[in-house]
Structures are given as C-alpha cells and as structure tokens.
C-alpha cells in the first residue's frame, strides 16, 4: 500500500473519550494483571488509530498546504492534541495504580512504568495557566523571530535569506552579513530580554508549584530522561571544556592558516574551506537516487529499508508549489512505517536529509517490527540522534555517490564541524542551567554570563567588536534556549556517541553495525545508558569517554586533512 492510499477519517473525540473511560474502567476493575494486559492492548489499539489519523492529516497538509480538507484537519489535530493527552494520562494512570504492578512490569518491562511515572509528575491541574502562558511566550519569540526583515546591500530580505552571504568566501560580505543580523537583535534588544526573563520565571512558577526548586528537574522530566541528572550532564560539560576544547582550539588554527586570515573571527567561525564547504553533485532528483543506491549496497537491513519506502512511497522530498517550508521525520504506527518529508535545493542539505533524517526513519522503522508499546518505540532524544548522527557516519562508505572529486573535502567538513558544534552545545546548556538558578538576573548579568561561557568553550573565538555580538547577546539567536528548554546537550552527547560508532567502524565495519543494529532495534525499550552499555559504546560522561575520543578523532584529522 502507498502513502497515498492510507486512509483517513477524522477521529470522534467524544467516541474516542467514551472508549478510554471504558478501559480506564476495566484497568480499576480488573481482577488480575491479565484482564490489565488485555485492556491495555485494546487502548494501545485505539491510540494507534487515533495517533495515525492525526499523523496523515499533518503530512498531507504539510505536503499540500493549499490543500482546504487537510487544512482543517490539521487546525482539528492542533486542538485535539491537549485533549487526548489528557485522555491518555488517566489510562497511565490507572495503569499506574494497579495492584499487580509486578505482574506488568514483568509483561511489559519496568521502563515503561518508569517513564509513566516521569510523565506523569510533569503536570497537576494547577499550572494549565502557567503553561499557556509559557506557550504564548514561545510563539511570540517564534513569531519575531519569522517575521525578522533585514536590509542588507539596498535589499530588504527575511533573516533566513542571509544564510549563504553570512557563509560566504567573501570575507567583507560574511562580516557584513553577520553584522547585519545582529543589528536585528540589537533593535529587538528589549523584547527579547523581556520575553526570556517571563519564560524563566513561568518555567520556575511551574516547577515551583510541582514541588521543585526551580525548573530544571522538571525540565529534565519533561523531556523523559530516565537515566541521569543534571550532576551526570555537568561532568559531562566540564570533560568536554577540559579536554575537547584545547583540540577544537588547535582545529581553529589550522582553519585560520587554511582560509589565510591574519586572525579568524567570528564570521570566520563556520567557513572551514576558502572556497566553502564542500557541495553535492547533480539534481535533487539525483540526489535522491544516490541515497536509494547507498542503502540498498550498505546493509540487508538498510536495503529493506528503503526498498519499503520507495515502494510505499513514504518520501516527499523534492520541492513543490505549495509544500510547507523544512523537513522532518515522523512515524505513522498503524502501519509501522517512518515519513520523511523535506524540500530538497541540491545542496548539500539534501545528503544530510538522506543520512541523518533517513536515521531517524530506519530506527523508526527497525523498530516497529519490534511491536513494542507505543511508549517504547521510541527513546529518549538524546539517543534518537544517535540513531541518525551514527548514521551521518556509517554510511561514510558512500557519500563519495553524492559529492564525486569532492568526498574528501566533505568528510573532512563533517568531521570538524561535528568536533566544533560539541563545545557550542555544552555553552549553550550550562548557559540555561544557570539562568534557571538564577532567575533574576538581569539582561546585562545573563550577557555577561554568556561572555564568560564564551571564554569556558570557544575561548579562540574573536568577535572583532561587532556590536550584538561582543556585548554577549549571541544567545538571544539560539531557538531552543527559548523553545526547548534544556534540550541541546542532547545533540552533544548524541554526537560523542556517533563518534564511537565511527571509529568502531574504521577499525571493523561489520562489528561496528552489528553494535549499532543493536542500538536501534530496542528502540525505547532501553534506557539511554543500557543502549549504550549493550552496544559496547561508553556512555559520554563516563569519566575519560571523552578524552579518548578526542585523541583519536585528532589523529583521524591530522591523517586525513593534511592536503587541506
Ligand atoms: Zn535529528
């Protein structure tokens, strides 16, 4: 069957409300954990219904946007959302009550009750207000942020279109650019150190209200982490400043000597070649067969894969009239099958659709197969990007179908921009630690705060007196330290990991997949830490993890890049 043929009817919410208040009936009534099993089954059943129809109205709308049904049908999914949250948790809830607990977890694992009990103390009744504020907060900054225009040579363009000028070869157009987009800022100075100050204290309200100090527990819960805590995250970022941070530092050099600046400044910061990063070859179209061509010769479970999701049609990646902006990866469970939808430029965005989003989607997809309860198919984020960022890597064999003459010049970019990132991510998460303690700092203290981040993880960098930059409002561009609170160390200790796969793989490649199959087939099942263990990748914080990475990492780089 093809995407274009599943079938969509709207959920009947009261229906669907009816049903639950069934279950949730039969869960208190039961008179043994097999009665609580089988109920539960049914609700798994009708959660996958429902999650399925909201799924295909999502993706249809986001691939027709002009489309008037699925326009309405999203705005429909949009509001019934909270509503079948709220649904949901009460079966949690008396999943959680029961007096067999033994019995169930035994059937269906302890995680899954771990996690429900994480969900659960995230939300009491009392702080619904606060967090509709908190979302009016976060589409405000959303809103000024889109709607952001700028002047740049006599041209009057929104934010996002300055992107190839801040990066380009061009040294006087990059500062001008970068100059450009902070004056962005720097008129919005007032706003947006208002909204963040109102989103700390919300967050901190909330959090208060639940029985914490500040947010960051709650932020931690909300974000379902079941296996460390805010001490195991701050070892985590000080490994990473003591002992990435001086070969990150000796990389910047050698970008410095190869773009032939007397000193690399701040707009230099992300062009690692002179004549910039390296660029894939061909169409969109091209592109897009090249990645069907790597899969299928990578791996049996790979060549699957992707023969499912050509066959079913469960891409929309070029670009079309009418298509929402971006791209994303989702999973439709009724089916058990991943989307992938993007809008493909031919540049070398498009590759990391086909490896990092492709990631997400064949663990997705790997997973499903598993029939794990939807609230173990998938884990924690941190080890959903290491599906896809390992990926970016194993799949290193065939980028040269991609980017020709170019391969070196691009492994070479990944693998340093990578390395570059981590210390950025770190800065980026001690920085909100820090704001959540101390709620009331004012504008000028958080900047200071990040300046003196700034000197902690990229102590090379030299902002060279730009005005929006250099007084240490650079955070203010960050989404997520607005949108996702404490989500983004994630991405770091996501790409420490991916760096162990890699170079497990460069010494034996079909060790390296078997660990990372290993990885991604018990998809939540696990916590971050036992996947981890189980694939025999050390976990980031481990004392000397990251020590040990950074040697050989800077020995893959002064073996490779040489000639660059
Ligand atoms: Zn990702």
Not at 83 to 96: D, G, H, R, S, Y
Not at 171 to 184: L, P
Not at 209 to 228: A, K, S
Request: hydrophobic letters at 35%; proline letters at 4%; one cysteine or more.
């Amino acid at each position: 069957m093809k995407f274009s043929e599943f079938q969509y009817t709207r959920p009947d919410l009261s229906a669907v409300r009816a049903r639950c208040e069934e279950i949730c009936a039969k869960i208190e009534a039961a008179c043994c954990a097999q009665a609580q099993i089988s109920a539960y089954d049914e609700f798994e059943a009708l959660r996958r219904e429902v999650e399925t129809d909201l799924t295909i109205a999502y993706v249809r709308h986001s691939i027709d946007t002009r489309d008037e049904f699925y326009d309405q049908e999203n705005e429909f999914s949009d509001e019934a959302g909270p509503q079948l949250e709220e649904m949901f948790q009460k079966i949690n809830l008396a999943l959680l009550g029961s007096k067999f607990r033994p019995e169930l977890e035994e059937h269906f694992g302890k995680l899954l009750f771990t996690n429900m009990e994480i969900s659960v103390r995230t939300f009491k009744p009392e702080i619904l207000e606060l967090m509709q504020e908190e979302n009016r907060l976060a589409s405000q900054y959303q809103k000024l942020y889109a709607s952001g225009m700028v002047e740049f040579r006599g041209e009057t363009m929104p934010l996002t279109k300055l992107g190839p000028y801040m990066q380009s070869p061009d040294r006087e157009t990059r500062r001008e650019a970068w100059t450009v987009r902070g004056s962005f800022f720097d008129a919005n100075r007032a706003e947006l150190d208002e909204l963040y100050g109102k989103l700390v204290k919300c967050r901190n309200a909330q959090a208060r209200c639940l029985g914490h100090e500040n947010f960051i527990q709650l932020g931690y819960d909300r974000l379902g982490r079941n296996c460390y805590t805010p001490k195991e995250v701050a070892s985590f970022r000080d490994q990473i400043a003591q002992d990435m941070v001086p070969i990150v530092a000796e990389r910047k050099k050698v970008q410095q000597a190869r773009l032939g600046v007397d000193r690399l400044c701040f707009y230099d910061d992300t062009l690692l070649f002179p004549d910039g990063n390296a660029k894939p070859e061909g169409t969109a179209e091209e592109i897009l067969a090249a990645g069907k061509r790597m899969y299928e010769e990578m791996s049996p479970e790979t060549a699957e894969f992707i023969d499912k999701m050509f066959e079913m049609e469960l891409f929309d990646v070029l670009s079309k009239p009418g298509k929402a902006p971006g791209g994303y990866c989702t999973g439709i469970p009724k089916y058990k099958v991943p989307f992938i939808f993007s809008n493909f430029n031919g540049t070398a965005g498009d590759v990391d659709v086909l490896t990092h989003e492709a990631g997400h989607a064949f663990a997705d997809y790997t997973a499903y197969k598993q029939n794990y309860p939807s609230l173990l198919q998938s884990p924690t984020l941190e080890s959903c990007e290491c599906h896809s960022m390992s990926m970016e890597f194993l799949t290193q064999d065939f980028h040269k179908y991609f980017f020709g003459d170019a391969t070196e010049k691009y492994e070479i970019g990944h693998c340093e921009s990578s390395l570059i990132f981590i210390p950025y991510g770190c800065m980026v998460d001690e920085f909100q630690h820090l704001m959540y303690e101390n709620e009331d700092l004012t504008p000028e203290q958080r900047n200071e705060t990040w300046l003196r981040l700034e000197k902690k993880y990229r102590p090379w960098i030299d902002f060279d007196n730009l005005p929006f930059y250099s007084r240490g409002g650079g955070w203010q561009q960050q989404l997520h330290i607005y949108l996702n609170p404490l989500y983004y160390i994630d991405y770091c200790m996501a790409q420490t990991v991916a760096f162990q796969f890699w170079i497990a793989s460069m010494h034996d490649r079909a060790d390296a997949w078997a660990r990372y199959m290993r990885f991604v087939v018990a998809g939540g099942s696990k916590t971050f830490v036992e996947l981890c263990h189980d694939s025999g990748i050390k976990v980031p914080y481990e004392p000397g993890c990251i020590r040990e990475i950074g040697s050989e990492i800077s020995q893959w780089l002064h073996k490779n890049a040489r000639n660059h």
